[in-house]
T-cell receptor, first 113, second 112 residues
């Protein structure tokens, strides 16, 4: 089954404790991206990747890191989480074309206390 | 810079009636794609419909249709014959230059 898999689904952590949210896709997509969703703001792009070893900042990259060492994986790293990073996070993947829809993971709800 | 505007934070619709969700966008690119996604209360993002900037006909997918007016830069979603299961948040999005930008969303509540 074609899918984007994010883990974990829920995560509660404390300020400053490094964490990684994993994302994996099995559709051989070149394009992958991370979004955060906050009430009233829709989804905002954090980082995206056009291919292996190619990453770029989205609209809200501060406080986040990503890597793309393999085509299928695109982890999101929070080196020192803060409460303002409490949010719902989505990983997505798609073909590298403006007319291709993105396939989303089920989301990770992160709470930083 | 790209911008997607959804001016309706929430809407109520009677079951079996049609509802139109507004979306306007702003871009200087000639090639772009417009998408609508549905997010039910369970949280997942479900792709509904796509319209390309060069498409002359409005896209349709079952009960969903996209009213595309390029000169007005609008891409409204029409849901016909609403069902209780249509209650959800709906997002308009634009893909331009490999960047997918989203509007703030519209919550639709279908009443029996």
């Amino acid at each position: 089954e074609a899918q984007v898999t994010q883990n974990p689904r829920y995560l509660i952590t404390v300020t400053g404790k490094k964490l990684t949210v994993t994302c994996s896709q099995n559709m051989n997509h070149e394009y992958m991206s991370w979004y955060r969703q906050d009430p009233g703001l829709g989804l905002r792009q954090i980082y995206y990747s056009m291919n292996v070893e190619v990453t770029d900042k989205g609209d809200v990259p501060e406080g986040y890191k990503v890597s793309r060492k393999e085509k299928r994986n695109f982890p999101l790293i929070l080196e020192s989480p803060s409460p303002n990073q409490t949010s719902l996070y989505f990983c997505a993947s798609g073909a590298s074309s403006y007319n291709s829809p993105l396939h989303f993971g089920n989301g990770t709800r992160l709470t930083v206390t | 810079a790209q911008k997607i505007t959804q001016t309706q934070p929430g809407m109520f619709v009677q079951e079996k009636e049609a509802v139109t969700l507004d979306c306007t966008y702003d871009t200087s690119d000639q090639s772009y794609g417009l998408f609508w996604y549905k997010q039910p209360s369970s949280g997942e993002m479900i792709f509904l419909i796509y319209q390309g900037s060069y498409d002359e006909q409005n896209a349709t997918e079952g009960r969903y249709s996209l009213n595309f007016q390029k000169a007005r830069k609008s891409a409204n979603l029409v849901i016909s014959a609403s069902q209780l299961g249509d209650s959800a948040m709906y997002f308009c999005a634009m893909n331009s230059d490999y960047k997918l930008s989203f509007g703030a969303g519209t919550t639709v509540t279908v009443r029996a």
